[in-house]
């Protein structure tokens, strides 16, 4: 079956601009995830959304990042004026009864 | 804050060999573990899953265990394959997923 898919591969942006990036979880899944991970470090929680509840939002960095959720589909996670710290892979994952599972992730580099 | 630790954090092993990878949290407060293989440029694998309330889970080769109580986890592998090198996560969960570091294991023919 579908797992979850993320687009784009890879992005390279100019510092100051925007970037949006995206998931389309499996279908069905009611948890949604963004994780990140810079260069040579471990995977740092992002932002969680469940269902139709508030998101968890505690692990965004600034308020640059902000993302959406459509109902249980699609989420985009979007960075203003990117800094070259933003420079990381962007890990998506969904769950339905607690296992996660990822997708294979945006690559974005900020120049 | 739970904190997630695994050791060694890299290991180059002959193939064929049992190994044992190890991972330590500080908050016994969690609803699962979940094991995950990383491959260089690519996303995670999700390889076990325990809830809380196991001690083991078994998958082909794989073997991981849980104690809650002590704050541990081992990851166990049977006669190792050179295909088993990866990076290897361990991370904790009550809802969002807490990682640790990782160990880098590699097998070698």
């Known amino acids: 079956g579908a797992g979850v898919s993320q687009s784009p591969s890879n992005k390279v942006t100019e510092k100051g601009k925007d970037v949006e990036l995206r998931c389309d979880p499996i279908?069905?899944?009611?948890?949604l995830y963004w994780y990140r991970q810079r260069l040579g470090q471990g995977l740092e929680f992002l932002i969680y959304?469940?269902?139709?509840?508030?998101?968890?939002k505690s692990g965004l960095p600034s308020d640059r990042f902000s993302a959406e959720r459509t109902g249980e589909s699609v989420s985009t996670l979007t960075i203003q004026r990117t800094q070259q710290e933003d420079s990381a892979v962007y890990l998506c994952?969904?769950?339905?009864?607690?296992?996660?599972?990822f997708g294979p992730g945006t690559r974005l580099t900020v120049t | 804050k739970q904190e997630v630790t695994q050791i060694p954090a890299a290991l180059s092993v002959p193939e064929g060999e049992n190994l044992v990878l190890n991972c330590s949290f500080t908050?016994?407060?969690?609803?699962?573990l979940q094991w995950f293989r990383q491959d260089p440029g690519k996303g995670l694998t999700s390889l076990l899953l325990?809830?809380?309330?196991?001690r083991e889970q078994t998958s082909g080769r794989l073997n991981a265990s849980l104690d809650k109580s002590s704050g541990r986890s081992t990851l166990y592998i049977a006669a190792s394959q050179p295909g088993d090198s990866a990076t290897y996560l361990c991370a904790v969960s009550l809802d969002k997923l807490i990682f640790g570091t990782g160990t880098r294991l590699q097998v070698f023919p």
């Open positions: 279908s069905g899944h009611t948890a």
């Open positions: 994952a969904s769950s339905l009864r607690g296992e996660q599972y």
């Open positions: 959304f469940q269902g139709n509840s508030a998101p968890d």
């Open positions: 325990i809830q809380s309330s196991q």
């Open positions: 908050d016994s407060a969690i609803y699962n």
